[in-house]
Each structure stands twice: as C-alpha cells, then as structure tokens.
C-alpha cells in the first residue's frame, strides 16, 4: 500500500471510529439497554420495573395497558390491547413506548422477550469512549472466502449463559505475519460477513471476543480482511445482550493489537 493509500486509510478509520464512538453514545444506542426480559419467565405476564401485562400468543406478544401504566403505542395513549410482532427496526421508532424509555419485542428461537431502552441508563452516563488501537496497514490483509456447500447452525454459547444456534455460511482464509488463519463466517443478507473470535488478547487487553464484519467478497472470493475494525459486541456495552460466543476455531493465536479493545467509563 503506498504512503497515500495508508493516509486515506488511516483517516477513513478515523472517521469510522467517530462514527462508531456516536453510535454507542446515541440515546438509544446499547448502552441504554437496561434489560432483556424473557417471558417465559414471567407466566403471569408482569414484568418488574416494565409497566403492561405481557403474553405470547403464537407468533406474537399481546399487550394489555391500563392508563395508570403510562405507556403509548404508535405515539398516542395506549389504554386496552394491541399485538406486537418482533421489533426490527431503530430503537427510538419502536411501537411501545414509556415516557423516554422505548419497550421492544424480541424473538429467538421461537422464545419472546421484551427489551428496555432507557436513554436516562446508567451505562449511558458513565461513558466516556470507546479505547481503540490506532489504524495500522499491518491488519488489513488479504483473504479467501470460501462458502460452505450447504450453511451450518452450531450450538454456541451466548453472554447470557445460554446456548442457541449460530448460523455459518463459510470461512476466510488470510496470513499474519507469515502464519495461516481461518475464521468462520456468516453471511449477511446484503451478502457481507460476519465473524465473532477471540485473540491472544482477549479478556486482558481486549474484551473476551469482538466481532468482525469484513464487506462482501469479491466474484473470485477475495475480500479484505481488515482487523483495525474488530469491533466490541453489543453486550461489550450493556449485560443484557445476548451475544454469541466466538464458534470452536474461532479463536486466533495471534495478538490482534488493533481495532476497538474496551469500553472506557468515567
């Protein structure tokens, strides 16, 4: 890469560091995320702390809220009952909301959930940044993507303690320093992928496992493996995320010094 190339690099990375900082500060970003809660915990349908009574009704959640609950659906006064399908799009549009705080349904693996966003968090107000290496040309390298013939769901470990599926498409190939490495790979709709793996800094001076979403590879296979944009999952951020382990094989040998490491409090 020229010295050009590497200036524009180190400057887009900067930008995308800004970009990233604001995201997890947005009043709905993750860290105003102050609970994920199941409702096959809940069997009488109340939630502590979340105003409403709460129950699945096959392929959707019902809602029922007397005035004195204060919530709103769609932005006017919610007073009787309204079915909830799972909740995709931004946080702040949510269907359901209580004051500032945003209630929203959650599906996996055929079990619901109703996530808390409250701007007002704790997490929110104690952050300060997001610590991150510096771009270094050393960790944008070159790989392969190969696809599997047909995609994989393997059982993994979640932040919650629970294991769920995790659904893989293929793997990239890339070198290190002259050693050999693969990750596997979700396929994204849009077609780009996704990693989750640790390093042999994981839990010391990075976080225990950090994503990695290279763009979609090329016809040939080639995609740029770019490691200044590991990324800290969700649950980096709140505990209430349930985010996957990295699968077995997942784990790198090598010390990635680069990309976002921790999240820094005030």
Known sequence: MSTDAQQQAARDWNHWHEERTATVAAPYGPLSL?????????PEGR???????????????VLTAAPEDGL?????PLTGEVRLGADRG?????????GER???VLSREGLWAVRDFDPDSAARRAFRAIAATPYDPRWAVPGTFRAYDTSRTIQVENADGVERGLGLGGEIAFELDGARHTLQVAVE????????FADATSGD???HFRFLRPAAPAADGSVTVDLNRALLPPCAFADHFICP?????????????????????G
Do not use: M
């Open 47 to 61: 939630i502590p702390a979340v105003p409403g009574h709460w129950r699945e009704d096959g392929d959707e959640v």
């Open 205 to 207: 001076t990075s976080y």
């Open 34 to 42: 102050t609970g994920t809660h199941w409702l096959s915990d809940y």
């Open 102 to 104: 945003r209630l929203v």
């Open 90 to 98: 931004p946080i702040h549009t949510s269907r359901i909301a209580h």
């Open 245 to 265: 382990f990295p699968p077995p094989g997942n784990t790198l040998s090598v010390a990635v010094k680069a990309g976002e490491r921790l999240r820094t409090d």
């Open 72 to 76: 709103s659906a769609d932005g006017k």
């Open 189 to 196: 709709d849009d077609g780009s992928l996704w990693a989750v």
